[in-house]
C-alpha cells in the first residue's frame, strides 16, 4: 500500500469548520487529483494538479481549496462553504505526459455534523 | 467536456458465469480506456485498460473491448469468483492533461 498516502482514514467535524485532507507520494509523479466519491457514484474531480505551484478546477471544485507547494504534498482544505462536504475523498497521482494510470490513495472518509 | 455512461449499475451473476459491463463516451478524441476495481472501502485499483489503437485487450479472466466508431467499450470477466465482488468503473481520457472522466459505476456481486 506505499506510494500514495492519505490522512486521516476517518475525520469528524463540526459544521461550519475548515478542514484539511492530506495527500502525500513519494512515486515522483508530476501530476496529483482530488475525487469526490458519495454513496452508489462515481468519482467527481475537485482539482488537479500537472507541476507544483500550479492547479485547475475540476467539475466541482466549489467550496474547496488546494496548494501544491512541493511535489509530493497535494492538500484538500474542505472550507465551511462547501455545503454537502460529507463524502469519501480520494487522492490520486499519475506521470504526466501521455495517458497513464492513476495511482489512487487509501481515502479520506469525512463526516460533518 | 467528457461524458462516461456505465451500465448496469448493479449486475448479479451466479459464480462461474461471466458478466459484461459497458460504457459510452461522448469524446471522439478520448483515447484511454481504464477499468478500476473498488472493494468496499477500498481505493479503486486498476485492472485493465486499453488505448485507441488496439480494439481488445485480454488478461486471464478479464478482458475489454473497444469499439471507436460507435465510442463505446465493455469489461468482460469470465468464470466468475466471489472476490470479483466489488464495484467496477470504466473511464475515458485523452492524453493531454491525463484527466479521466469515470462512469457511475457498477456493482457486481457474485453468489456461490
Known amino acids: 500500500d506505499g506510494g500514495i498516502t492519505q490522512s486521516p482514514k476517518y475525520l469528524f467535524r463540526k459544521e461550519g469548520q475548515n478542514v484539511t485532507l492530506s495527500c502525500e507520494q513519494n512515486l515522483n509523479h508530476d501530476a496529483m487529483y482530488w475525487y469526490r466519491q458519495d454513496p452508489g457514484q462515481g468519482l467527481r474531480l475537485i482539482y488537479y494538479?500537472?507541476?507544483?505551484?500550479?492547479?485547475q478546477k475540476g467539475d466541482i471544485a466549489e467550496g474547496y481549496s488546494v496548494s501544491r507547494e512541493k511535489k509530493e504534498s497535494f492538500p484538500l482544505t474542505v472550507t465551511s462553504a462547501q455545503k454537502n462536504p460529507t463524502a469519501f475523498y480520494l487522492c490520486?497521482?499519475?506521470?504526466?505526459?501521455?495517458?497513464?494510470?492513476?495511482?489512487f490513495g487509501p481515502g479520506t472518509r469525512l463526516t460533518v455534523t | 467536456g467528457e461524458n462516461v455512461e456505465q451500465h448496469p449499475s448493479t449486475l448479479s451473476v451466479q459464480e462461474g458465469d461471466s458478466a459484461v459491463i459497458k460504457c459510452t463516451y461522448s469524446?471522439?478524441?478520448?483515447?484511454?480506456f481504464p477499468w478500476y476495481k473498488q472493494e468496499l472501502g477500498k481505493r479503486p485499483q486498476l485492472i485493465i485498460d486499453?488505448?485507441?489503437?488496439?480494439g481488445e485487450k485480454k488478461d486471464q479472466r478479464i478482458a475489454v473491448t473497444l469499439n471507436k466508431t460507435a465510442k463505446h467499450f465493455s469489461l468482460h470477466i469470465t468464470e466468475t469468483q466471489p472476490e470479483d465482488s466489488a464495484v467496477y468503473f470504466c473511464?475515458?481520457?485523452?492524453?493531454?492533461?491525463?484527466?479521466?472522466?469515470f462512469g457511475g459505476g457498477t456493482r457486481l456481486m457474485v453468489k456461490p
Open positions: 486499453i488505448r485507441s489503437n488496439v
Open positions: 473511464a475515458a481520457s485523452y492524453n493531454a492533461g491525463n484527466m479521466l472522466t
Open positions: 490520486a497521482s499519475s506521470p504526466l505526459g501521455g495517458a497513464n494510470e492513476q495511482y
Open positions: 494538479s500537472q507541476i507544483v505551484n500550479d492547479f
Open positions: 469524446d471522439s478524441a478520448s483515447n484511454y
